[in-house]
């Protein structure tokens, strides 16, 4: 479970990565990452994907984004699964 931020009720918001799969394509690994985003009141599945320098997401439904900003997440999402290709 990676924390990132808290939301407006002061609630830790977290990434919990449930399974990591790297395929090989031609000219490098594309990563794709399946989680669980939440802050205890609500959780959606999240699925990441990266290559090279591209990152798309796709969230689940659920209200999360009532208690913190998508765009805030995406960035720090973003930057979780740059710091996860690395390892």
């Known amino acids: 479970m990676i924390y990132l931020t808290n939301d407006m ?3 830790a918001v977290y990434f ?5 799969e790297p395929k090989r394509k031609a000219g490098g690994v594309e ?8 802050n205890g009141v609500s959780e959606i599945p999240v699925t990441v994907r990266s290559w090279r320098d591209c990152i798309e997401m796709a969230f689940g439904r659920g ?6 900003e998508e765009q805030t997440i ?13 390892h």
């Open 9 to 11: 009720l002061d609630q």
């Open 31 to 38: 990563q794709h990452v399946y989680g669980l985003l939440g």
């Open 16 to 20: 919990e990565v449930l399974k990591r």
């Open 63 to 68: 209200d999360i984004f009532s208690f913190v």
């Open 74 to 86: 995406r960035k720090m999402l973003g930057e979780v699964v740059r710091e996860l290709a690395l």
